[in-house]
């Protein structure tokens, strides 16, 4: 990792946020400051996902949201005590009923289950992840290792946010991706982004199998219907990569509204990808859709 980067991640933790620490921060310590962002960050115990320790090892990407994180909690743009709750109830530490009802056991349409992530899901979400065709709108493919600490953090989201991708499932075919509904942890450029955690991105990711089906549409809104059901949810948002037409596709027959364009800040300039689309969705809009199809 350039020594810059780590200079800089050095000085958030190590100085400029124990410094700026008020009274009724529940940490003041270097590495519970670390400890918060790197958690958040990759939506479980940050050890799941880097080997310590995660200044030298993380990529620059994680440590550039990481920091993100930091500096919007400098800023007032984050709460600190939520952002250190949070990192608690990820490692399991936070007893208690989560932040809305109990998801349930699956939500159905027909064939088609969205249920939480079980072990023997790993290894179809780290098969897709790995194609190259799946992730071609993507930074990159996925290693196993990563796949395995993505599975885990969706559970892990779940637990503590009350909601998060789901395992999509077909009879007969088994987990074939994730649909759903994912709170956006990194500071993002587009209205809301800048308060991170605010936002509820709405993701999906399928194998090649089950393109083309309107598969990810009907998980969508089943996801979207508890979203905005039980989990209280009153906008989600959806974005991808400006040439990513199925997704777009996906977006529009869900009856999001497109909300102008952004630069993805984990691609840096010039990367063809870095353009991305924005859509929303309100609950408001959601329910009246349903009622006049
Ligand atoms: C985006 C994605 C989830 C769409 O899921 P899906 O269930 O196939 O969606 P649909 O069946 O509704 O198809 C969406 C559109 O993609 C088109 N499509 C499907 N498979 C395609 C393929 N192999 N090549 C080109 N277009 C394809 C469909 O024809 C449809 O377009 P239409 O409405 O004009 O007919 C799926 O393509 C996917 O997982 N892609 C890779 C991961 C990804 O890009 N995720 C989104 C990141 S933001």
């Not at 700026?20 to 958690?39: E, G, K, N, T």
């Not at 598969?215 to 009153?234: E, V």
Request: aromatic share 8%.
């Amino acid at each position: 990792m350039p020594d810059a980067a780590r200079e800089h991640w050095r000085d958030l933790v190590e100085r400029r946020l124990p410094q700026a620490a008020r009274p009724d921060w529940p940490v003041h310590r270097d590495h519970c400051f670390a400890r918060i962002l790197l958690d958040n960050t990759c939506g479980g115990p940050w050890r799941e996902s880097v080997p310590a320790p995660a200044w030298a090892n993380l990529t620059l990407n994680g440590l550039d949201a990481a920091m993100g994180l930091g500096e919007a909690v400098l800023a007032g743009r984050a709460d600190l005590g939520w952002l250190n709750r949070r990192s608690l109830a990820l490692r399991g530490k936070l007893r208690g009923s989560g932040p809305v009802a109990p998801s349930p056991e699956g939500l159905r349409d027909g064939d088609l289950v969205l249920r939480p992530w079980q072990a023997e899901d790993e290894a179809a979400l780290a098969a897709l992840s790995a194609d190259r065709d799946v992730m071609r709108y993507f930074p990159s493919t996925h290693d196993a290792q990563e796949s395995r600490a993505e599975a885990r953090s969706f559970a892990h989201r779940f637990r503590v946010d009350g909601f998060g991708p789901w395992a999509v499932t077909v009879a007969g075919e088994g987990c074939v991706g994730l649909v759903g509904g994912a709170r956006v942890m990194r500071v993002m450029p587009f209205p809301g982004g800048e308060r991170p955690g605010e936002t509820v991105e709405l993701e999906w990711r399928l194998a090649r199998p089950a393109w083309g089906r309107g598969l990810a549409t009907r998980a969508a809104r089943l996801a979207l219907h508890d979203l905005f059901g039980r989990c209280g949810i009153a906008v989600v948002v959806a974005f991808t990569a400006a040439d990513n037409a199925p997704s777009r596709r996906v977006m529009e027959r869900l009856g999001m509204i497109a909300d102008g364009r952004f630069e993805h800040p984990a691609l840096p300039p010039g990367h063809p990808l870095r353009t991305h689309l924005l859509y929303r969705l309100t609950a408001a809009s959601f329910e009246s859709g349903r009622l006049d199809a």
